[in-house]
């Protein structure tokens, strides 16, 4: 082959590389059986170079497993080497292949992307750190040829080696050990937390941050990205601290066993299982039943819930909630929607909490739905009045201790404009009662709570942050916006003078025939 023909066939080569899929393959069924192997073989270089799962697939011949979870972390690797500098929070539920793909095949790949950047990995152990070193320097080694990258002789540690002939390597170390030696260019911390004991210690949770600041953060380049991945134990993990104290700064991966909004970074919706190829929801159900709501609502569906804070517990609420099939059975014979503002007017300040309740003919309550969100003035007025339209709401509370009349206002004139819009179709509007909290938040919360405590309170939905507040509230702390709105909502329907409201206290007969 003369030069000028080689020239020519690795310039078609470079272009076939740029074609979409089906294009390539139109050209591999016509090529020459010559051409064909050299296009097989860019095609496995092509599919080594493109992410962490692509590698692994190739290089176990189809054997490592794929889901779309994984795609998220492939898609993080993808975006750190192409050169923008990230910090990533992945949080996954246990044998869900999070430290495989991120902590194995993801290095293998970055490094051979990039052979002289330098990796920090770190565990909650040296040991478990050493052996997801250990595996990655296997794997280059057993597959250098293929990867195109070797250990320099010199340097092949489990915990420390470097990459011949170039500037690159990997270190690892145990969370609160040192990690000396060059910076990194990119850091990932796996699983930084053993388990329940060092979860709940005070002092553990503070040695884990300390190392963070002044060990890791200290090693990292000033173009260095930076990957978490765990599983939750505590609302104060490393996961929760960062997401606390720099939320903004991070992309957070939240992936729950079991999906439980419309918001779910896989787009599933609520009910969906994360992996269920693998684990499907009699699978995920069992698990549920073996290792308690606790665990699972910490390990699977990262919503790490503490030990109760005095007023209300977990079991009041999860034993008696109401599945929607069993709802279909209850007499409504009130519905409220309570408003509990935010502290301003802009959607930058907390949340507005606004929660609907309802008490059934036979004096049990049901709270309805949770509509909490950063919203500004205008919007939580018309936020309220749209979840009272839904439910038929007879009555909005509104707490009026912040801000005084501006959030019954808000109400009035969201009515008034969705009168307007026609969108309140003839219904007369809900009685507007306010409320201020005079008394100490614990004197409002103890009679709900004993509500609960008896079984009369039954949840209509798994409201996640809503039940989250209500058992970490400790009394003489500020008291949450969701848990606010639910207290007033249910006050509202617990009252003896209300609960006197029938089909006759309003003129309008609204109450009448609900169900």
């Not at 962490?52 to 998220?72: C, F, I």
């Not at 709270?367 to 969100?373: I, K």
Request: some cysteine; glycine content about 8%; proline content about 5%.
């Amino acid at each position: 082959m003369t030069t000028a023909t080689a020239d020519i066939e690795e310039a078609t080569l470079d272009h076939y590389r740029t074609l979409p899929v089906v294009e390539r393959r139109r050209i591999a069924r016509r090529a020459s059986p010559e051409l064909r192997l050299r296009l097989a073989h860019v095609e496995r270089t092509m599919a080594l170079d493109r992410s962490p799962g692509a590698l692994a697939n190739v290089l176990t011949s189809g054997r490592e497993m794929q889901a779309r979870h994984l795609d998220l972390v492939d898609q993080a690797f993808q975006r750190i080497a192409a050169g923008e500098r990230l910090k990533v929070l992945l949080t996954v539920p246990p044998r869900h292949g999070k430290s495989r793909r991120a902590s194995r095949w993801g290095p293998v790949w970055y490094l051979r992307k990039h052979p002289d950047h330098r990796v920090m990995l770190a565990s909650y152990a040296a040991t478990l750190a050493d052996d997801h070193g250990r595996w990655i320097r296997d794997t280059i080694t057993g597959y250098s040829d293929a990867l195109g990258i070797a250990l320099n002789p010199a340097s092949r540690a489990a915990n420390r080696f470097d990459i011949e002939g170039h500037e690159g390597g990997m270190v690892t170390a145990g969370v609160g050990g040192g990690l000396t030696g060059k910076g990194a260019n990119l850091a990932i911390v796996d699983d930084p937390v053993k388990g329940a004991e060092d979860a709940e210690s005070p002092t553990q949770r503070e040695r884990v941050w300390e190392w963070w600041q002044s060990v890791l953060l200290t090693r990292l380049e000033p173009t260095g990205s930076l990957l978490v991945i765990q599983t939750r134990w505590h609302p104060e993990d490393l996961a929760g601290r960062l997401l606390e104290t720099e939320g903004d700064e991070w992309i957070a991966i939240d992936l729950p066993a079991i999906a439980l909004s419309d918001t779910d970074a896989l787009g599933r919706q609520p009910g969906e299982a994360l992996w269920p190829e693998r684990y499907g929801a009699p699978d995920l159900e069992r698990i549920r039943k073996g290792v308690g709501e606790r665990v699972w609502w910490s390990l699977y569906q990262q919503q790490p819930r503490p030990l109760e804070g005095g007023v209300w517990q977990w079991d009041w609420i999860s034993k008696n909630r109401i599945s929607p099939v069993a709802f279909r059975a209850v007499d409504l014979a009130r519905v409220v929607v309570a408003l509990d503002p935010a502290g301003g007017d802009t959607p930058g300040h907390d949340e507005s909490g606004i929660v609907a309740a309802g008490r059934s003919t036979d004096g049990h309550y049901y709270v309805l739905a949770d509509r909490t969100g950063k919203h500004s003035a205008e919007n939580r007025g018309r936020e309220t009045c749209l979840l009272a339209l839904e439910l038929d709401a007879d009555a909005i509370v509104v707490e009026t201790n912040y801000g005084g009349d501006m959030a019954r206002q808000n109400v009035v004139q969201a009515w008034a404009e969705l009168e307007r819009q026609g969108l309140t179709k003839g219904r007369p509007m809900p009685r507007v009662l306010d409320v201020t909290a005079k008394k100490g938040k614990r004197l409002r919360a103890e009679p709900i709570a004993q509500l609960y405590e008896t079984g009369f309170v039954h949840h209509c939905a798994e409201f996640n942050q809503l039940e989250t507040q209500m058992v970490t509230w400790v009394p003489g702390l500020d008291s949450p916006d969701r848990m606010d709105a639910a207290v007033h909502a249910l006050t509202e329907l617990a009252n003896p003078a209300a609960a006197a409201t029938g089909s006759t206290s309003y003129a309008d007969h609204r109450l009448s025939g609900r169900r």
